[in-house]
């Protein structure tokens, strides 16, 4: 029975970068003793690891046993010891945390998903080895930025500028300057 267990943990294993564990584990370590939140994603060729951590102790959230489940530390008297500003604070604290986090993980994953699919128009996949070599025009340059969808125009009253994103997905869209300086608001959201 033993060779058996072996066998699969060593099958397992296959399907996984040592490398890439070894690295997702040291990092968590330094994420866990500096009591802060985070999402990391680790590649190497055929491999990824990726890590979140949103209980830091001032969180009021926590994920629950099964996939997809969160906790929320929401209840007065037992988490907050009937205390509602504590209460409201905390969880506003965890809210903007959370919030930071989304945003910039949707950014990243715009960003990325623009990239590799100028990778892909390059890269011209749909050619077979042996077919006739096109000039390729200079390689474009790939936009950081969300562009402005349909014509959108931001928010702010008298602004009038073309909008580059949804603040926090909730249909505020504003121009960078008026984005920058919201988001520099939500920095100031009152932690614990």
Not at 150 to 173: T, Y
Request: glycine share 8%; net charge negative.
């Amino acid at each position: 029975m033993h060779h058996d267990k072996q066998d699969l943990k060593e099958a397992a294993e296959a399907q996984y970068s040592k490398k890439l564990r070894k690295v997702i584990a040291k990092i968590k370590k330094i994420i866990k003793s500096n009591d802060i939140a985070g999402s990391v994603v680790l590649y190497e060729p055929g491999f990824s690891e990726y890590l979140v951590v949103i209980d830091p102790i001032y969180s009021k959230i926590r994920f629950g046993d099964k996939p997809g489940q969160m906790v929320i530390m929401d209840d007065l008297q037992r988490d907050y010891y009937g205390d509602e500003k504590l209460r409201r604070e905390s969880l506003e604290g965890t809210m903007n945390m959370l919030i930071h986090m989304a945003n910039m993980n949707r950014l990243l994953f715009q960003n990325f998903n623009n990239m590799a699919g100028q990778v892909e128009k390059r890269a011209d996949f749909g050619k077979l080895p042996g077919d006739k070599k096109e000039e390729k025009p200079e390689a474009p340059v790939v936009q950081m930025e969300k562009a402005n969808p349909a014509g959108k125009i931001c928010v702010e009253p008298g602004c009038g500028e073309p909008a580059v994103d949804d603040f926090n997905g909730m249909g505020a869209w504003g121009c960078q300057k008026h984005l920058d300086e919201w988001y520099s608001a939500t920095d100031n959201l009152p932690t614990t």
